[in-house]
T-cell receptor
Framework: DADVTQTPRNRITKTGKRIMLECSQTKGHDRMYWYRQDPGLGLRLIYYSFDVKDINKGEISDGYSVSRQAQAKFSLSLESAIPNQTALYFC?????????????FGQGTRLTVV | GQQLNQSPQSMFIQEGEDVSMNCTSSSIFNTWLWYKQDPGEGPVLLIALYKAGELTSNGRLTAQFGITRKDSFLNISASIPSDVGIYFCAGLRTYKYIFGTGTRLKVLA
């Protein structure tokens, strides 16, 4: 089983619908991140969380919200989906130890808003 | 938002050739990382660099942390078909990763 699991893997939704993307991890990491990937733009940070009570906006948080339900779970919501939110979304985790810089990524959720 | 400038954007190479890609930033980073993304998968860490001037190898991969801390390069020697994918650089600053725009590598057998 993957250490970082994202569900669903693929989703097509209509404009205006609310949709939630879920991420769970078994690595025991404190830090969790949500990224969006668009062709030619790399990965851009949407939100990040350092523990259950800590939520921070990334560079492109408008139109998104998150919830850190537990240390192992970090969900991303689109309250009213729009077509330009069509993208590949990645969840990532990282230990809080400053010397260990590796982020572990999920397999991604491909979201299409029609 | 800030992103790192990564070049080239894409490249086709013949199997057995060496590959070089680089990443530049207008800001200083304390850590540089190189990730590879296979089709349909999330990025996976290849090499992490922690010190300006550091040169690190991982098999056929070699990466260097620029002396100014504003750039890094990744070399792949003797490329093979499974090297195909997207390579991302990332700088780590204040607990956040800033990613490059990616280099898409295609290897012709």
């Amino acid at each position: 089983d993957a250490d970082v699991t994202q569900t669903p893997r693929n989703r097509i939704t209509k404009t205006g619908k609310r949709i939630m993307l879920e991420c769970s991890q078994t690595k025991g990491h404190d830090r969790m991140y949500w990224y969006r990937q668009d062709p030619g733009l790399g990965l851009r940070l949407i939100y990040y969380s350092f523990d259950v009570k800590d939520i921070n906006k990334g560079e492109i948080s408008d139109g998104y919200s998150v919830s850190r339900q537990a240390q192992a779970k970090f969900s991303l919501s689109l309250e009213s989906a729009i077509p330009n939110q069509t993208a590949l979304y990645f969840c990532a985790t990282r230990t809080g130890e400053s010397l260990n810089t590796e982020a572990f990524f999920g397999q991604g959720t491909r979201l299409t808003v029609v | 938002g800030q992103q790192l400038n990564q070049s080239p954007q894409s490249m086709f190479i013949q199997e057995g050739e060496d590959v070089s890609m680089n990443c530049t930033s207008s800001s200083i980073f304390n850590t540089w990382l190189w990730y590879k993304q296979d089709p349909g998968e999330g990025p996976v860490l290849l090499i992490a660099l922690y010190k300006a001037g550091e040169l690190t190898s991982n098999g056929r991969l070699t990466a260097q942390f620029g002396i100014t801390r504003k750039d890094s390069f990744l070399n792949i020697s003797a490329s093979i078909p499974s090297d195909v994918g997207i390579y991302f650089c990332a700088g780590l600053r204040t607990y956040k990763y800033i990613f490059g725009t990616g280099t898409r590598l295609k290897v012709l057998a």
